[in-house]
């Protein structure tokens, strides 16, 4: 209940300031600094509640781990570096200060996190400032630590999950939840070589429509289709119309241009079109 009376105090607090500098400075700037404080914010309580963590720094990141996990520190801030660059090339961004990783012990430290239940599972996750990892040892079955590490080396979430620390940071959330998971999923691709498949991810089948993406895409019972689609439309927007294109639109989201017309003025046309000529070009 207490946490709740926060949070409310927080949102209303949010209200009237995004009210007051939509009257001094106009709508898009007001929602950028707002939306700037509820992260920074966010990181802060993060990096705040880590009682019994260790930290370890490398050039560009900020490692909290709990003492059990000490001898991977070395791994994730390496594998962590080797895709930075890869991901600030694809965004177009380099963040500032170093980037904060939290890895989790187990899955039920990471649950706790976020308020989960136990039907919730991840091994990466980007909020509000901060990339949680939950331990490599958990997730990967290895019989040794070299075993551990090679698999960590081709499956890790890092470049995904940087992915979106870095648009995140370009844009101050000014992208729709399906343009950020379909990136991340393409720049992990070409980083690791990993893409996430299941059998629920086949198109053939009845496919969200651009509105179910845009409006509810964590709410999409079949999140293996959802994110599946998200991917294939940003890479058929980086293949018909060029990276530079990507680029472009990108570019415009970090400039404050709403997603809409920030796609009208990369591809000179607007996202149903852009949906409905993917859609056509889907083998069926």
């Known amino acids: 209940m207490r946490g709740q009376r926060v949070n409310r105090g927080l949102l209303a607090s949010l209200v009237a300031a995004a009210l007051v500098l ?14 700037r404080y509820y992260r920074e ?17 490398s050039e560009r990141f900020v490692l909290y781990y709990r003492p059990e996990d000490a001898d991977l520190a ?3 801030l390496e594998v962590a570096e080797a895709a930075y660059s890869h991901v600030v090339a694809q965004v177009g961004h380099r963040p500032e200060g170093r980037v904060p990783l939290i890895v989790y012990a187990d899955r039920a430290e990471l649950r706790a996190a976020f308020g989960w239940g136990s039907d919730q599972s991840a091994v990466g996750v980007y909020w509000r400032g901060t990339v949680r990892l ?35 940071e370009l ?22 070589g990993y893409l996430w498949l299941e059998p629920g991810a086949s198109l053939d089948q009845a496919l969200y429509t ?31 119309w060029g990276e530079g294109a990507l680029a472009g639109l990108i570019a415009r989201l970090g400039e404050g241009v709403p997603f809409e017309r920030a796609v009208q003025l990369s591809l000179d046309r607007g996202m149903p079109e852009v949906y409905r000529d ?3 070009s889907v083998p069926r």
């Open 22 to 35: 939509c009257v001094l400075i106009g709508w898009a700037p007001a929602r950028a600094a707002v939306y």
């Open 41 to 57: 914010h966010g990181r802060a309580r993060a990096l705040a509640g880590l009682p019994g963590f260790d930290s370890q720094g």
């Open 74 to 76: 070395a791994l994730i």
């Open 134 to 168: 939950l331990s490599p040892r958990v997730w990967l079955a290895a019989s040794d630590e070299s075993e551990l590490r090679e698999s960590f080396l081709r499956r890790n979430p890092l470049a995904h999950e940087l992915t979106h620390y870095v648009l995140d």
């Open 171 to 192: 844009t101050d959330g000014n992208y729709p939840r399906w343009f950020t998971e379909g990136l991340a999923q393409r720049v992990e691709e070409q980083a690791t």
């Open 210 to 240: 651009l509105e179910d993406l845009a409006a509810r895409f964590d709410a999409l019972p079949n999140q293996a289709l959802a994110y599946r689609q998200s991917y294939l439309l940003v890479s058929y927007i980086a293949e018909r």
């Open 278 to 280: 993917w859609l056509a």
